[in-house]
């Protein structure tokens, strides 16, 4: 039985891979928050790794406060980028195959159509950066490594776009939401499950891949499509980025192209208002 180590076990995705893994009597998998196994530290790293002699490692454990890694920069770096190289480093020691998230941040946003693998990086913010960093730690170190870049998480677990607007709406009647900012809002549950395939899968072509739910929205649409799946009677008005003042700056266009990932692991990709509808019963429910 295939032994999968999962860091960062208390974030959105750690949490969705937990809720899948319970109907998955194949793959035995251990999850680790971030008392249990700090990245940062390669003491308590070897410690786990020698422990638990694993075939894989999922790492979900990332410093993601966009904003404030701008004025925490070491942090964000330590979490991000030496993170990764110290997982990598004990993914190589211990034959382990690593499975690192990444992000669409890792782009500059001056493209129009969706970005594959192969375009180039250029991140714009401290966050995109120490994430792109991380990548290139990995890919310097392993031979065996899926890079998964994904975008827009939102799950029925801790703070995410969905649950924040559906808050906002129980005390207002009316919220401005940006409509210049376009990429994929992606359902965690969703990664979680395409996660689980890949290394079930079995098929050893690593790399970069790219994966969120299929079309487009802006953040507009997003929140238009939260109420309106909700049932949520709310009027919501599209600015542009200039009306909300952020310490980062995001890309504008950020929609990855899953081509790579759906035709090599034969993967059906939801689209993401199917998915948005799901996890909103399930938070209704």
């Not at 960062?8 to 009597?25: H, M, W």
């Not at 790293?45 to 020698?50: C, H, Q, Y």
């Not at 507009?220 to 008005?237: H, M, P, Q």
Request: proline share 3%; aromatic share 10%.
């Amino acid at each position: 039985m295939k032994k999968i180590l999962v860091t960062g076990a208390n974030g959105q995705l750690g949490l969705c891979l937990k809720e899948q893994s319970n109907d998955i009597k194949t793959l035995d998998f251990v999850f680790l928050d971030s008392q249990e196994l700090d990245i940062t530290n390669p003491k308590q790293i070897e410690l786990v790794f020698n422990k638990h002699n694993a075939d894989y490692c999922i790492n979900c454990a990332a410093y993601t406060a966009v904003d404030a890694a701008e004025d925490n920069k070491d942090l964000a770096y330590n979490i991000n980028t030496l993170g990764a190289k110290n997982l990598a480093e004990a993914c190589k020691k211990y034959k382990v195959t690593l499975m690192h998230i990444s992000t669409d941040f890792v782009f500059d946003g001056k493209g129009s159509v969706p970005y594959s693998e192969k375009d180039k990086t250029n991140p714009l913010s401290v966050y995109g950066a120490s994430k792109l960093e991380g990548e290139n730690e990995i890919m310097a170190i392993l031979k065996q490594y899926y890079i998964i870049r994904t975008s827009w998480l939102y799950s029925k677990h801790k703070s995410n776009f969905v649950k924040t607007m559906l808050k906002l709406s129980d005390d207002r009647d009316e919220l401005n939401v940006v409509n210049d900012q376009k990429g994929t809002p992606t359902s965690a549950l969703d990664l979680a499950d395409a996660l689980i395939r890949i290394v079930k899968s079995k098929n050893s072509c690593y790399g970069i891949y790219h994966y969120s739910n299929t079309g487009e929205a802006t953040w507009y649409d997003f929140a238009k499509a939260i109420f309106e799946l909700s049932n949520t009677n709310i009027k919501v008005n599209p600015v542009p980025s200039e009306a909300f003042l952020t310490k980062a700056k995001r890309p504008k266009y950020s929609v990855l192209d899953k081509t790579k990932i759906s035709t090599d692991f034969n993967l059906e990709i939801p689209e993401w208002k199917l998915s948005l509808k799901t996890t909103l019963n399930t938070l209704n429910s």
